[in-house]
């Protein structure tokens, strides 16, 4: 079960005219269930262009299917305009919109928990190994 990934991406901005593509990706690791990393990118790459990488837990991207959820950095919530979901990304002064379509979010949403089911992301013994690590170092 673990080491397996799930990312999906997803073209935010087409560039069709400045010659560039702004892309949204979205990851899940199944060595760490309840985080999914959310990572805007800029081709090509440059530093006025929009980017960013930000982690949000997994069951606020499904809660966000259907009402508005999160503070400080990530909130995430239904974009009846635009038939999505729009996500609203703080970084410092910076202030970043992303609306992804509802169907491939469910996907990737669902894809994770097939392999990690929400309510089993950690066992209580997976737990105490954690925390005795924790406490040898």
Known sequence: MFGKDVTAEFVVDDGANSGRVTVFQICWRACDPLAVSLTLISRPEHPALPQGHWVAPRDALRTGLER??????????????????????????????????????????????????????????????????LLQD
């Not at 997976?126 to 690590?133: C, F, G, N, Q, S």
């Open 68 to 133: 508005t959820v999160g503070d400080g950095d990530v909130r995430i919530g239904p974009d009846p305009e635009q038939r999505g979901i729009r996500l609203d990304l703080a970084d410092g002064e910076k202030s970043k919109v992303v609306v992804l379509a509802t169907a491939p979010l469910r996907r990737f949403l669902d894809r994770t928990e097939r392999l990690v089911p929400t309510g089993q992301e950690h066992t209580e013994q997976e737990l105490d190994t954690v925390l005795a690590d």
